[in-house]
C-alpha cells in the first residue's frame, strides 16, 4: 500500500512511500497465507498432531526400504529422520559416472518429479513424502530407486556401458522411444517401461536431457527494448 505524502527533509515535494509490508516483505504476497491457514483450520489441533506422525512415519518408512542401498546423511541418535532424509548419490560418481542429476532425470522415466536436488547438500537428492501420500505410492517411488540402483550396479560391474546408458540419457521421451531409429545398447522397454506398473499409466517426459546450466551462462534478455515503453507526447 503506498500514500502520498511529503518529503521529510523539505516538506514540499510529494512523494511515494510504502506505509506497510504485506507477509513480512514489501514485495510479499498475502494469499498465501490463505493455503496454510485453510489447511490448519480443516485439520484442527489433532488432525494437525497426526498429520505430523504420518509425515516422520512415511519418511522414516521410505528411509529404511532404502538405507540398505543408498547411504543416508544426518540421522538422528536413534538412526531415524524426521519428516524428510537425505540420500547421498556422491559415491557413484567414482563408481560409475553417474551423478544425482542423472538420477534425478530418470526417475522422470519411472513417472516421478525428482525430490529436492542438490540441496541442502550437492551431490544429493532430499526426500519428503508428507502426510498425504499412501503406502502403494511410497512403495512405487522405492522401487523406482531400487530400480534405478540396480541400473547403476549394471555400469559398475561393466554390463551397461559408463557413457550411453538408462541414466545418462533421460529422460526417454515418446518421440525418442517411438523413432525408428535406435542406437542404444539398452532396449526401448528398459528405457520407457523399466518396471511393470510405468506400464499402466506412462507419463511421457515432455523434452529429453537439457542443458540446466547454459541458460544461467548465456543470458537472454526476452524483454522489450526501453523505446517500447515511451510514447509520442500528444498535444492537448
Known amino acids: 500500500m503506498r500514500r502520498e505524502t511529503s518529503d521529510d527533509k523539505t516538506g514540499t515535494s510529494p512523494v511515494s512511500r510504502l506505509t506497510s509490508a504485506v507477509s513480512a516483505a514489501p514485495y510479499g504476497s498475502a494469499s498465501i497465507l490463505l493455503i496454510s491457514?485453510?489447511?490448519?483450520?480443516?485439520?484442527?489441533?489433532?488432525?494437525?498432531?497426526?498429520?505430523?506422525?504420518?509425515?516422520?512415519?512415511?519418511?522414516?518408512?521410505?528411509?529404511?526400504?532404502?538405507?540398505?542401498?543408498?547411504?543416508?546423511?544426518?540421522?538422528?541418535?536413534?538412526?531415524?529422520?524426521?519428516?524428510e532424509f537425505i540420500v547421498d548419490l556422491r559415491p557413484f560418481k567414482n563408481t560409475s559416472g553417474v551423478e544425482a542429476e542423472d538420477v534425478a532425470k530418470r526417475l522422470m522415466d519411472y513417472g516421478f518429479h525428482a525430490p529436492t536436488l542438490s540441496f541442502p547438500v550437492p551431490g544429493t537428492i532430499m526426500i519428503e513424502p508428507t502426510e498425504s501420500e499412501d503406502k502403494a505410492e511410497l512403495d512405487r517411488f522405492c522401487d523406482a530407486m531400487l530400480s534405478i540402483r540396480d541400473e547403476i550396479r549394471s555400469i559398475e560391474e561393466g554390463k551397461a556401458d559408463s557413457k550411453v546408458n538408462a541414466l545418462k540419457n533421460a529422460p526417454h521421451t515418446q518421440a525418442v522411444v517411438c523413432n525408428d531409429e535406435w542406437n542404444h545398447t539398452y532396449s526401448r522397454k528398459e528405457a520407457a517401461f523399466p518396471l511393470y506398473y510405468v506400464t499402466l499409466n506412462k507419463f511421457w517426459p515432455a523434452v529429453a536431457r537439457v542443458n540446466n546450466t547454459y541458460g544461467d551462462r548465456h543470458l537472454v534478455c526476452t524483454c522489450e527494448p526501453v523505446s517500447a515503453y515511451t510514447s509520442e507526447t500528444v498535444d492537448e
Open 37 to 83: 491457514y485453510a489447511y490448519i483450520k480443516m485439520l484442527g489441533s489433532e488432525g494437525i498432531t497426526n498429520a505430523t506422525r504420518y509425515a516422520i512415519l512415511n519418511a522414516n518408512y521410505m528411509k529404511a526400504k532404502l538405507e540398505k542401498y543408498y547411504k543416508i546423511l544426518y540421522t538422528g541418535a536413534n538412526n531415524t529422520c524426521a519428516h
